[in-house]
């Protein structure tokens, strides 16, 4: 299918940008060297920033501004096809957080079902996301392309094999033949912390950036991040690439603060924190669900109070059990009350629980954004009123022994899969409740 944009047109260059920004799109030309004394030769361009560093708009930027050449045919990539289309062609061709588009608007046609766009009295771009296959089998259609450069975003997510691949594909004679890239920073094990660190050479360039460079970002989208702590405070703040290790929710976790015992009148933690019978809304939850057979199936339900707050009140923890049984046991868990947020990787099981009338849809599974969302919740005693925004209940006995165990695979910079299915199960039900936080709007 074919469209032509008709909307009125949007001057890109007017929108301000940060230093680091104009720095990245720079790089490689005349100018980075006049301005920034950077190789005007270099060919890989990194942009490795904390979140809300801008990255992903400056990587459209320089691609499009790339693409203005007449002839010249340039590729946006990213891991998955859904992750390019949801996200980076949302920036480059209709803007978002308040900032238009980095095309304009009546500049340029774009073939949908090609994954195509042509500049007009320009070059042409074409997106797709680098999904191979099957496992272990390069990129479809990447080995026919012949391009000028190429624009990687959220470039931690691809393999060294892709990434050598796409360096055999810029050899247009035209054209800044560059690969330029953005991404979080990831453990210095990476293949990209390695070659832009590690082996540096004068045709690599990288740039790094902390949040706080942004100067345009919401001040309580900054006091958000600000919330976190440790390791994810230094990767997703600070813009430092360390390797995830230890316990995840280290000192976020206090059995002092986010345990609630009942009491005659209602809940109360060890420090004295007092919340009434009628605090939270117990006729109502989200529950995450994470389904399971030799390991546990494990359900948790979120209630709210009136500030937000969540409370785990109880918890299901069984193993041999199939889909319709699970589905069965949901209904009577919760009485057929709530929203289910479930494992995306058992459809079988979502729609087990549909017949059965229950209100469950596939949960979000972005386990670094989730683990983020939990930890501003669970450690939220540390700032303002100092209490937390996530409390358990002293009897659910697998979700404590869980969640105190709960720990990093330093090599794969990952969650260890390992009794980790409560906790699993929560993370769906957090992010199913906080979905629209201006906390991971920008990671």
Not at 284 to 296: E, I, K, L, M, R
Request: with cysteine.
């Amino acid at each position: 299918m074919l469209i032509t944009e008709q909307q009125p047109e949007t001057v890109t260059t007017r929108i301000p940008l940060l230093p680091k920004q104009r720095q990245f799109i720079l790089a490689g030309t005349k100018q980075g060297e006049e301005f920034y004394s950077i190789n005007p030769k270099v060919k890989e361009i990194l942009y490795a920033g904390a979140a809300g560093s801008g990255k992903t708009r400056a990587l459209c930027i320089k691609l499009y501004l790339n693409a203005l050449t007449p002839g010249t045919t340039h590729a946006l990539f990213r891991k998955t096809n859904a992750t390019i289309t949801n996200t980076t062609l949302r920036t480059l061709l209709h803007g978002e957080d308040n900032l238009p588009p980095v095309i304009p608007y009546g500049t340029y046609r774009h073939n949908i079902s090609g994954q195509r766009i042509d500049l007009n009295g320009g070059g042409t771009i074409i997106y797709m996301g680098l999904d191979a296959p099957k496992k272990g089998a390069p990129p479809q259609k990447i080995g026919s392309l012949n391009l000028s450069s190429v624009a990687i975003d959220e470039s931690i997510e691809i393999t060294e094999a892709d990434y050598d691949l796409i360096l055999t594909r810029i050899r247009q004679d035209t054209g800044s033949r560059q690969v330029y890239m953005a991404t979080n920073p990831a453990s210095p094990s990476h293949w990209i912390y390695k070659r832009f660190f590690e082996q540096p050479h004068p045709s690599r360039h990288c740039i790094q950036c902390k949040t706080i460079d942004n100067k345009f970002l919401p001040p309580d989208y900054v006091q958000h991040l600000e919330t976190l702590s440790g390791q994810m405070y230094k990767r997703y703040v600070l813009g430092q690439w360390i390797a995830f290790e230890g316990l995840i929710f280290g000192d976020d976790w206090s059995r002092e603060r986010n345990i609630l015992r009942k009491t005659a009148n209602g809940y109360e933690n060890e420090v004295g924190q007092q919340f009434s019978l009628e605090a939270f809304d117990l006729n109502a939850a989200v529950t995450g669900a994470d389904a399971g057979y030799t390991n546990p199936a494990a359900f948790i339900p979120l209630h709210l109070d009136g500030d937000g707050r969540a409370l785990i009140t109880k918890e299901y923890y069984h193993t041999k059990k199939k889909h319709s049984q699970l589905a069965a046991d949901a209904k009577t868990f919760c009485g057929g009350r709530g929203v289910w947020a479930v494992d995306p990787a058992e459809p079988g099981l979502i729609d087990e629980m549909k017949a059965l009338g229950l209100e469950a849809k596939s949960a979000n599974n972005a386990v670094s954004k989730g683990i983020n969302m939990v930890m501003q919740r669970m450690g939220a005693w540390k700032t303002g009123d100092e209490k937390p925004r996530l409390f358990v209940r002293d009897t659910c006995l697998n979700f404590i022994r869980e969640v105190e165990t709960y720990a990093w695979n330093e090599i794969k910079d990952a969650p260890i899969k390992e009794a980790d299915h409560t906790q699993d199960a929560m993370r769906y039900g957090i992010m199913d409740i906080d979905a629209g936080s201006k906390s991971i709007a920008y990671l």
